[in-house]
């Protein structure tokens, strides 16, 4: 078992890493639906797409660790 800070410095990391995640498919859905009318052809880019994919997959994984530290604290696996 980790110590008391390694603990909390894991969990920041986790919150941290999921914040930016989060952030990356805003950026890149937000991309994406300014290519429907008005502003633009209607029809998204393809690399905005896998952009899109992409950053979801990270921000699934990122919120999957969060979930788990989070699964136990409240366990009481965490202090």
């Known amino acids: 078992m980790n110590t008391f800070e390694e603990q909390r410095a894991e969990e920041r990391v986790a919150?941290?890493?999921?914040?930016?995640?989060?952030?990356?498919?805003?950026?890149?859905?937000l991309a994406i639906t300014k290519q429907f009318y008005p502003q633009g052809s209607g029809q998204p880019a393809a690399s905005d797409l896998d952009n899109l994919a992409a950053a979801d997959a990270e921000w699934k994984t990122a919120n999957a660790e969060v979930e788990r530290i989070a699964d136990e604290i409240r366990t009481g696996k965490r202090r």
Do not use: G, L, T
């Not at 919150?15 to 859905?29: G, K, L």
């Open 15 to 29: 919150i941290e890493n999921q914040r930016r995640a989060f952030e990356r498919r805003q950026a890149a859905f």
